[in-house]
């Protein structure tokens, strides 16, 4: 055999073991970055929450992931990490990431995602658009670089829609998108936009959740803010709603959708 053809052949395996190296390369990188779950979570912070509860709000997620149930959690999935942000909301004109996308997979990872979240500077914004909100939230996925096997918003509230698109027009195309919506209404104290405490449950379980296993759990007192939502964390990563909610609601809906904005007129007309 030539030398010549001797150095192409070598040549040649040479540029087949780099490419099946990369090959190689890329199907490790592509089963690194999948995920048990990519979580929203989608926080309230409206002028209707007072600082204490925005306060115990922000406190009750920073002590949740530093709690051992959340990461035991994580780490019995079936890939045993997460990929989670924390955005804030309030009305038409403020939504914003706090937290980035942030891949936890055990104590260590948990306890910097809360150390980011206690750090982080704290707002306080007029409006409640739970709808722009949803919107927001769901821009997010976009911007993951994870592939998880299941996408959740998680969203907070004390109130009712009453800025923005109406929340079932965003809630279909959250929901078109494969997205489960699950919720956390807060009626500690008077529900936020003047409605009675004793239907913002209703309005968020008609109006707000869906998707597959969709399920809500409601923070009635404010010394409970950390276990409420510690709870809801567990039951969302290990994917075991506390009750299923189906993501399109049946004939004989509870409650009036828009009744956030027929209260804000009302709320304008009287000032």
């Given at each position: 055999m030539s030398a010549g053809k001797l150095s192409w052949g070598r040549h040649r395996l040479f540029q087949v073991t780099v490419s099946a190296l990369f090959w190689f390369s890329v199907a490790l990188e592509a089963q690194a970055i999948e995920v048990d779950l990519e979580l929203v979570l989608a926080v309230d912070i409206s002028g209707s929450m007072d600082t204490s509860e925005r306060t115990a709000q922000r406190g009750?997620?920073?002590?949740?992931?530093?709690?051992?149930?959340?990461?035991?959690?994580?780490?019995?999935?079936m890939i045993g990490r997460i990929n989670v942000t924390y955005v804030e909301w309030a009305g038409s004109d403020f939504q914003a990431v706090v937290v980035p996308w942030t891949v936890i997979d055990d104590a260590a990872s948990a306890d910097q995602f809360s150390d980011t979240l206690q750090a982080a500077p704290t707002n306080d914004f007029h409006g409640t658009s739970i709808s722009e909100g949803l919107t927001f939230a769901a821009r997010q996925f976009d911007l993951s670089d994870h592939d998880g096997i299941r996408q959740v918003i998680d969203i907070s509230g004390d109130g009712p829609n009453n800025r923005g698109p109406p929340v079932l027009e965003a809630r279909s195309q959250v929901l078109a998108r494969g997205i489960t919506i699950n919720g956390l209404p807060i009626v500690v104290g008077r529900a936020g936009g003047s409605l009675p405490t004793e239907l913002l449950d209703i309005y968020y379980e008609d109006c707000v959740i869906g998707g597959p296993g969709a399920f809500m759990i409601t923070v009635d007192n404010i010394n409970r803010f950390g276990e409420a939502i510690r709870r809801k964390l567990?039951?969302?990563?290990a994917g075991r709603p506390a009750r299923i909610i189906p993501a399109a609601m049946e004939d004989g809906q509870r409650i009036d959708c828009l009744i956030g904005e027929r209260l804000r007129r009302d709320w304008d007309d009287d000032r």
């Open positions: 009750g997620y920073v002590e949740a992931f530093r709690h051992r149930d959340v990461v035991q959690a994580i780490r019995k999935g567990v039951l969302e990563i």
